[in-house]
């Protein structure tokens, strides 16, 4: 399956990647299913993850080997989705040998699509406030409360979310907790955004059990848990900004719109802006590849994560609204006649990109981590 | 090669910090400020830097030198940068002596280079006059051939100790006109040769410097560098490499003003509290962080790019002169501002830091000079 490359965009980028879960539609992409059964049958969705789980049981080495020769055939990714990212490599870490036997092989073959069930309409920035409940009945645990922001929350199948099992203490009294979407007392509403788009859900969660043996980490030790997957998402977000803000794109749309002579940009002012723009962005590269050669010496200048969202979010939010600059009145269109799909598609992407530094934490609390955590600033 | 030091980098970056802290406080350049210090700086100084083995490390190892690249002279470079240390080793070791590695011959660099590795002679490059701004072709000054020899006739200016070089290497037009790719050629001139007047420029940042008056002085045949009209190439060459030791040096400065001004904000108290618990100031001094961190590593591309003599190394030291440019400076116009009144007083170091910041950034192309020629290379 050959592919150019993810875009940003929500409306096109489920188009094309295969997500997996009981929900998918395989009709419109068979060869998508094919490639990930086939890659599935050799553990290479999961090419770390130990053989008896569903992975690879390659090492380091040889699963970047992997990954070089698939980007060299531009092989589209097999599978992609929380499963792979973000929970898989927790339970690898922190799960129970049942939990492992149980999720990591359906993550892998892609039969299930996992959500996350993080902020809440009262709990953004300050997440450890959430209070969505969890109270021991029997053997189950019975939730309720409201989680908003679930990414795809209307097409996944399972959640894993942080809920409230004690309300005395904040962050000791969080505990992470799986779930099947399918139970009745789950109801999911899309939020259409500025953009158009709707790739985020509210949830909400009423009277639903949850057996005990679908907590992860331990009751209480939701916040560890947190911080813990914390560290798979900053490989994931390392890895996915530095293709997230390709500023080819950039550069070939100023041609187009603003030409000059010679291949050169013609507006004096946009040409500056678009060469800052690639220049940054071979800084951002440069700073992860940096940090990626210290943490393998055993050098963890810490925040990195924060540095990477603070400067690639920013960087993203930047390279739209130049886009936008350089389409002129014909970033105006929202859809129909008098505007080509490209057009269209940018002004759609430009709206969405001004999420990008209040998702996952935003812009303000990622230098408040580096300003505390760093810089030793007091509070 | 890499993005991080290895084990001998970071051993030689260790042995210049601990001497810049030792020998070379801040308070030196005000010191020599202060009583019009005829060189601005210790000759004695240097020669424990030339003992060092700092002079050497970018000389060829047949003609005495470490042999060593880029990274490592620019360990040093931004360790002595974070103390405004004044000693003449960027100008000497990247531009001066680096011409004569670059552009001279067997001989010249045979009979000249073993006193640039023991720190006995000290060579300037006078590439620039006052229209020159950033383009080495942009030059008036000219060699007219004469007898055997040439003629030279002009005037340089910002000459990196040129009032203390025993040896200049000096372009001028050897035809065409300022602007023009060919025509450029090198010149080596003794600091006494007749007709050629040395005087000491002051400069803001306190960085020495010197403007050259050629009068008719007359030069030997030998004295030319390289081929004639061919001077531009390597000359180019040389600047570019230079433009890296000075990011280096920005470097060291832009993190010791940071360093200074977090000082500040931890210590200094305002309303009851230290000031650095105001979320204003603490997001404005993550956001310098940021930008340290993202320079470092447009510094260490730059460095790796020529040390690994890559294709796009011009556009990596774009990328770095540009991104250090706009980064010394907010670090220097921010700490200023978070010092408060103090900050605008001359006995605070840190006016130093703002006047080199801005003086270094104005220097060898700013950052919109930079980002220019980056598209230029990149084709848009």
Known sequence: ?379 | MSLVFNEEQKLLKTSAADFARKESPVSRIRAFRDSDDKLGFSRELWASMAALGWPAILVPEQYGGLGLGLTEICCVIEELGRNLVPEPLLSNALLGSAAIIEAGSEEQKSRLLPAVVDGSGLVALAWQERKTRYDPAVIEASASSSGGGWTLEGEKVLVWDGHVADVLVVSARTSGAPGDRDGVSLFLVDKGAAGLKITRQQTMDLRNAAVLRFDSVELDSDSLLGKEGEGLAPLQVVIDRATVGLCAEMMGSAEAVFAMTLDYLKTREQFGVVIGSFQALKHRAALIFIELELSRSALMGACEAVDSAADNAAEKISTAKARLSDTAVLAAYEGLQMHGGVGMTDEHDIGFYLKRARAAELSFGDAAWHRDRFATLQGF
């Open chain 1, 1 to 379: 399956m050959r592919w150019e490359g993810p875009k940003t965009g929500d409306g096109t980028i489920g188009e094309m990647l295969a997500w997996g879960g009981r929900k998918a539609d395989w009709s419109k992409k068979p060869d998508a299913r094919v490639w990930l059964d086939r890659m599935a049958e050799k553990g290479w969705t999961a090419p770390t993850w130990p053989v008896e789980y569903g992975g690879g049981g390659l090492d380091k080495d040889e699963s970047r080997v992997l990954a070089q020769e698939l980007a060299r055939i531009k092989a589209m990714p097999p599978l992609s989705g929380f499963g792979l990212t973000m929970i898989g490599p927790l339970l690898v870490d922190h799960g129970t040998e049942d939990q492992k036997k149980r999720f990591l092989p359906e993550i892998c073959r892609g039969e299930i699509r996992w959500c996350q069930g993080y902020s809440e309409p009262n709990s953004g920035s300050d997440l450890a406030s959430l209070a969505t409940r969890a109270e021991l009945d029997g053997d189950d645990w019975v939730l309720n409360g409201q989680k908003v922001w679930t990414s795809y929350a209307d097409l996944a199948d399972w959640m894993f979310c942080l809920v409230r099992t004690d309300t005395e203490n904040k962050h000791a009294g969080i505990t992470f907790i799986l779930f099947d979407m399918d139970d009745p007392g789950i109801t999911v509403r899309p939020i259409p955004l500025i953009s158009g788009y709707s790739p985020f859900c509210e949830t909400f969660i009423e009277d639903v059990r949850v057996p005990r043996d679908q907590v992860v980490g331990g009751v209480n030790n939701g916040w560890a848990m947190a911080k813990a997957l914390l560290g798979h998402e900053r490989n994931m977000i390392s890895s996915a900004f530095s293709e997230y803000s390709s500023v080819n794109r950039v550069v070939d749309l100023a041609r187009e719109y603003l030409p000059g002579e010679n291949g050169r940009i013609g507006d004096v002012h946009r040409r500056d802006s678009v060469a800052a723009l690639t220049m940054d962005k071979a800084c951002l590269d440069l700073t992860i590849r940096r940090s990626g050669e210290a943490a393998k010496l055993g050098q963890q200048p810490g925040a990195e994560t924060s540095i990477f969202k603070y400067y690639a979010t920013e960087l993203n939010k930047d390279r739209f609204s130049l886009m936008l600059s350089v389409l002129g009145p014909q970033a105006l269109g929202w859809e129909g006649e008098g505007f080509e799909g490209g057009e269209l598609e940018i002004t759609r992407e430009w709206l969405r990109s001004r999420g990008n530094s209040i998702e996952g934490g935003t812009s303000e609390i990622q230098l408040n981590i580096i300003a505390k955590r760093v810089l030793g600033l007091p509070d």
